[in-house]
Structure formats: structure tokens, C-alpha cells
């Protein structure tokens, strides 16, 4: 036993618990745009905040207000909806509005008073909260952690992918935000692009991210490399990929004879190869689940089936009784959600080697990577892989016996020590005896 004083208090503790008494008692405000079921990010955010309940946290969320949401804070408080994507530029605030929100500030005072967090965990806010928001958590001396889920911080259209030329896109590298505005980055809007611009280089300017910003979680050594490239400081980004709270025991032996694609369905993601690749393949069944602008381009393949949308225990009974899956991202992912749910359910993928998909998938081990872009080599790859069921078995053993790496106990034993180690940065005051 040992005494720890802590704001005038004199307390005995067990050193070998002292971490988790901690624990036990901390309040996580969780800041993302969309407090409902979105995309990777969202699933993220969701699962982790509910195993945190799991063990014992307080937690309280921030986000844009929408009829889906499935959370909220205390004050019930939320940023008008603004979506980014589709709505009209022409209002005279709304450029303001996505640079800096006082409504996002003004309220994010209200709830950091009524909350009292002892640690911020910041996800996806641009644009429709934006940064304003680290300026009110400043005045409040709370630590900030976020999970780079993009490139945000530099790179104003988040992707470093040109969508209007299928193509990765590195151009804002050095700051030359201009770039993005010269690209049309942004929905192939020039205003929007500007707007994105002019945010990253205000922001940039002022150091805002430097100096509110504690430490950045990246689930992918991939883009932590890539922040570092363009100029972000190394000491403050630690590696930690994404998890999987699926139980290895959900695995079945009961596959059936498809290949299965799940996830957006865009130019981006590989689409149009894999569609390719499908056409050169018509004695093998192939499965497409998600939505997108890509849709039509599905029909009139005999051997692909479009099954839409899908979510839930339907979603997951698709994937355990695929053969295997294929990613085929054309741009820089980070971790992917949908290979570790994948593997998890010992479903193997095959996956582009591009961005964070190789850290995820041991190639010739529990998968196979291929070239992006590339229809031949992924036709051959599928083709193998089809054709050799012993391979295809073993591959569905190694994803299985891996499954610890990536499990959410793992991750928050993980994140726990993060969030130790930026409270200690701003909550001084303790000191430890014996």
C-alpha cells in the first residue's frame, strides 16, 4: 500500500490497482459529426464508447444534430445539421459557418460545464462542428486525444485521392492548400474547394492542431508515416489500429460458394477493377453489399448479385459464410474496418496493396494483396484462391488465430495508457509517495 495525494486529499491505495481505480472513475467526452450508424468511423466510435461503459467510464457525446442519432449528452445539446456534401453553398453564413462555428463553441461550453470531462476524444468534426470548438476545450485545460480516421489535417478534402481523376493526389504536400481550390478537390466544386482550403491553411496558420491537439491515435502506421511527411510532429502520433469486438467463435464451417464485397460502392474503393475482374470470372458467384453511386454499374453481370444495403446479423451471416472477401481500394485507406470483420469471422480477403490494407492482411499467410488498380492480377488472385480449398482453409485458420491482435480488450488496455499519459500532462497536483 501507498499514499497518493490528489487535490488536498490524502488517500491509500494498491500501487498494482491504482490504474484502474483511475479508470473506473473517468469521464470521455466523445466529439464526432454523426452520432449515428454512418460508416467505419462511426462504428468505431459506437463500439468503443459502449465497451468503455462496460467498464465502468462515464461517457458523454458531441455531434451534429439528426433524427438517426442513437447518442447524446446530458443537455441533450447539438450542432444545427449542416451536410457539407449536399447542401446549397449559396446561404450567406455557410462558408463562415464550416471555417468557424460559435453555435458549435457556444455549446460545447455548455456541455463541457455540465459534463465535466476529464479527457476529450475527438473523431471527425470538420466542417459542420469545426476546430472553433478546441478553443472553448482550451479555455477549460482538458487533454485531447484524436483518432486520425482520415487525412484531415492535411489534406482539405480528406482522401488525398482526386476523385474527378481517379487518381492519388499528394499536391497539398507542404502546406500548398491552394492546390485543392486549383483541383477542385471538393465535389468538383470550386467554391467548396476554396472553403476547404482556406480552412486548412487558417488552421494551419494558427497552430491550432499543434496546440490544442495532445496526441493524435492512428490506426494505421501508414498514415501516421504520411502526417509525419507532411510535416506533423512525429512524438505526437502513436500507432494503434482499429479493432474488432466480433468473437472468434461466431466462425463458421458452413461456407457457401461466393465471393462477397461489402462497403461503399465508389470509384475510390476499387469498384470498376473488381467489376472487371467478375466479368473474366463468370463460373464464380460473386455478392455486393453496400451503397453508392457505382450501383448501376452492377447490373447486367450475370454472375454478380446486388443485395443493397445491409447491416446487423444479416450483414455479418453474409461474411461468415462468404469464401472470402476482396478489398480492392484504389486509394490510400487507413485500417478498414471491413477486413478486420472480415478476418475475424475467418473469412480471408484479398486485398489492394495500397495504404494500410497490407498492415492487416500477411500476404500468403491469412490472404493475398494484389496490385490496385490492377484487373489481371486481381482476376488471378481470386481465381487461385477459388480454386485451391486447402489454401483458402488454412488462410481461415491463421485469420482466426490472429483475432487477439485486433480484439477491443487489446485496444483498450492500449488507450487506456494514452489517456493516462495526456491527463498527466495537464492535471499536475498529484504526487506519490512510498
Known sequence: MSEIKYSG???????????????????????????????????????????????????????????????????????????????????????????????????????????KPDIIHLNNYNFQ????????????????????????????????YLA???????????????NC???????????????????????????????????????????KNKFVEFGESESKIKVLHNFTNNSPKEYTANKQKYILYFGRLSAEKGINTLIKSCKKLPHIQFKFVGSGELEDRLKGTGNIEYLGFKSGEELNSLIREALFSVYPSEWYENCPMSVLESQMYGTPVIGADIGGIPELIRNNIDGL??????????????????????????????CMNKAKDFSIEKYYTQLM???????????GGMVMSG
Open 129 to 160: 462542428i469545426t476546430p472553433s470548438i478546441l478553443y472553448e476545450i482550451k479555455n477549460y485545460n482538458i487533454p485531447v486525444v484524436m483518432t486520425l480516421h482520415d487525412f484531415q489535417v492535411v489534406c482539405p478534402n480528406h482522401m488525398m
Open 181 to 223: 481550390a486549383k483541383n477542385k478537390c471538393i465535389h468538383n466544386s470550386r467554391l467548396k474547394s476554396m472553403l476547404a482550403a482556406f480552412e486548412g491553411a487558417v488552421y494551419y496558420s494558427l497552430q491550432t492542431y499543434e496546440k490544442y491537439i495532445d496526441l493524435f491515435i492512428a490506426p494505421s502506421s501508414f498514415i
Open 9 to 115: 486529499t490524502l488517500l491509500a491505495v494498491d500501487l498494482k490497482n491504482f490504474a484502474y481505480i483511475m479508470e473506473v472513475i473517468m469521464k470521455i467526452l466523445f466529439i464526432n459529426k454523426f452520432l449515428y450508424q454512418k460508416g467505419g468511423s462511426e462504428t468505431y466510435l459506437f463500439n468503443l464508447a459502449d465497451y468503455l461503459k462496460a467498464q465502468g467510464h462515464s461517457i458523454d457525446y458531441f455531434g451534429m444534430q439528426d433524427d438517426r442519432n442513437i447518442a447524446k449528452n446530458s443537455l441533450e445539446l447539438s450542432v444545427s445539421n449542416m451536410e457539407f456534401k449536399g447542401s446549397s453553398i449559396d446561404k450567406v453564413l455557410y462558408p463562415f459557418k464550416i471555417i468557424y462555428s460559435q453555435e458549435a463553441r457556444k455549446k460545447i461550453k455548455a456541455v463541457l460545464k455540465a459534463a
Open 417 to 427: 495508457k494514452y489517456y493516462d499519459m495526456t491527463m498527466e500532462k495537464h492535471k
Open 369 to 398: 494483396l494484389f496490385t490496385p488498380g490492377n484487373a489481371e492480377d486481381l482476376t488471378s488472385k481470386i481465381g487461385y484462391l477459388y480454386e485451391n480449398s486447402e489454401v483458402l482453409g488454412q488462410f481461415s485458420i491463421n
Open 164 to 178: 474527378s481523376q481517379n487518381k492519388i493526389c499528394e499536391e497539398c504536400k507542404g502546406r500548398k492548400y491552394i
